[in-house]
């Protein structure tokens, strides 16, 4: 089973989407932006892919700035209850498989959690080529 953390206006979370269908899954698709998050979640989230809640923010096109979260004496206590508040604060995807957790940032990292790939050549949404005619990851 594979697990995808989504927010469907995101192109990158697009694009780790489209890999993981492509690739011949159907994910669990969570958009967390309409279904908000709860604590034990995000925890355990941030555990498996060895993350903080501090390195999970997402710094631009959310309100981290405005809230304070910025400054480097804010404790991951405080960013976690923001994203608690506000589930743009987290950086997505988060995808969860058999082979791990990760925050797929860049998209590509979602190729490390897949235990088979889309056909090549594959591109990404932008056109930037991420496995080659052979099979093999470009990046």
């Not at 809640?53 to 209850?81: H, M």
């Amino acid at each position: 089973m594979i697990v995808i953390h989504h927010n469907p206006e995101c192109g990158t979370s697009r694009n780790v989407l489209r890999i993981i269908q492509d690739a011949g899954y159907t994910p669990v698709i969570i958009e967390y932006l309409k279904e908000g998050w709860t604590k034990a979640q995000l925890l355990g989230l941030f555990a498996a892919a060895d993350l903080t809640p501090k390195s999970a923010l997402r710094e631009t096109k959310s309100p981290a700035k405005e809230l304070g979260l910025l400054n480097k004496s804010v404790s991951d206590d405080i960013i976690l209850e923001a994203m608690l508040e506000h589930p743009v604060l987290v950086n997505r995807p988060i995808v969860c498989s058999p082979k791990g957790v990760k925050l797929c940032r860049p998209s590509e990292t979602v190729l490390d959690l897949l235990e088979q790939w889309p056909k090549g050549p594959y591109e990404k949404e932008d056109g930037e080529l991420i496995i080659d005619q052979h099979g093999n990851r470009v990046l």
